[in-house]
């Protein structure tokens, strides 16, 4: 595809609106987990894979002359989500604080570096008529901001489709702004085809992850009614975790799928009477015979 000659009024003004709400997007889940102290929920690899996106979706979007916030849009996409990344590494991993801090300085470091240098080694050969690695660093940012969603459903099938740790203001704002940015694409002369693959995926997974949350509340009011009327939280009551521990599990044991409490209940096979004295009268007899 040939670079953008020309930038209608209105594609610059959707692409400055997609730009704010992906500059401040996650300002509220950074809050958030600074509050708490704690990212339980958040998947780190989502934020760093995140982040390196904004490598070559930055690199993509220079050399395709796209209207001025939109290139800056990956920069700051970029910054914000290795910030996430650090609080993850830290509050998670218990990283120390200038551990976490030096680590994240040199990632910026090096991913600034390989932009620039990309930048200039891809745009001279694009003027000249060779669109391959244009189409290329275009693609790798498409395929690492979509697989950055992929740790976040095996989350959100651990809790039975309850989405924790990721920020619902951060997730309406990061749609608003993959929408915008989206509009602005379509209101340029010529339609990016990977670009708008991007921005309609990313707002797609998040209509998914918001769904999720909303079958978990409507499923779940029952059993949160008791537990408000107890006083007690979610993770206190001790009916919502056994409705948690119901989860799907993947378990390669053909006993497990065919015994009959497990396939009723989906709850682990218990342990029979018999098998609970045997192991006593065992550890018994052994404590008997060392005396």
């Known amino acids: 595809m040939a670079p953008q000659t020309s930038i209608p009024t209105s594609a610059n003004v959707l692409g400055t609106i997609g730009t704010v709400c992906w500059c401040v997007q996650l300002i509220p889940q ?79 470091a090096v991913f600034a570096g390989v932009q620039t240098m990309l930048v200039l080694v891809i745009r001279g050969p694009y003027h000249r008529g060779v669109s391959w690695p244009v189409t290329f660093v275009g693609i790798l940012a498409a395929v690492l901001l979509i697989v950055g969603y992929v740790p976040v459903p095996f989350e959100v099938v651990k809790r039975r489709g309850r989405v924790i740790g990721i920020d619902f203001v951060f997730l309406a704002i990061d749609w608003a702004g993959a929408f915008f940015s989206l509009m602005a694409l379509v209101a340029q002369n010529t339609f ?28 779940t009011r029952a059993i949160r009614r008791r537990a408000k009327n107890a006083e007690l939280s979610w993770e206190e009551f001790p009916e919502a975790q056994q409705w948690e521990d119901r989860r799907w599990r993947l378990k390669w044991n053909l006993k497990f799928f065919t015994h009959p409490h497990v396939r009723d209940t989906g709850l682990p096979k218990p342990v029979d009477d018999l098998e609970v004295n045997t192991s006593g009268e065992e550890s018994k007899k052994t404590n008997t015979d060392r005396c």
């Open 30 to 108: 950074i809050i958030r987990n600074h509050r708490t102290k704690t990212t339980e929920g958040l998947p780190a690899a989502m934020m760093f894979l995140w982040s390196l996106s904004g490598v070559p979706f930055g690199v993509y979007a220079i050399v395709q002359h796209f209207n001025i916030p939109i290139q800056v849009q990956p920069q700051c996409f970029c910054v914000l989500c290795l910030v996430s990344w650090a609080q993850c590494m830290h509050y998670g991993r218990k990283w120390r604080v200038w551990t976490t801090y030096l680590v994240t300085v040199a990632i910026l």
């Open 192 to 219: 990016d085809l990977i670009g708008g693959v991007l921005y309609a995926g990313c707002a797609a997974i998040e209509i998914g992850i918001v769904v999720s949350q909303l079958i978990w509340l409507f499923r």
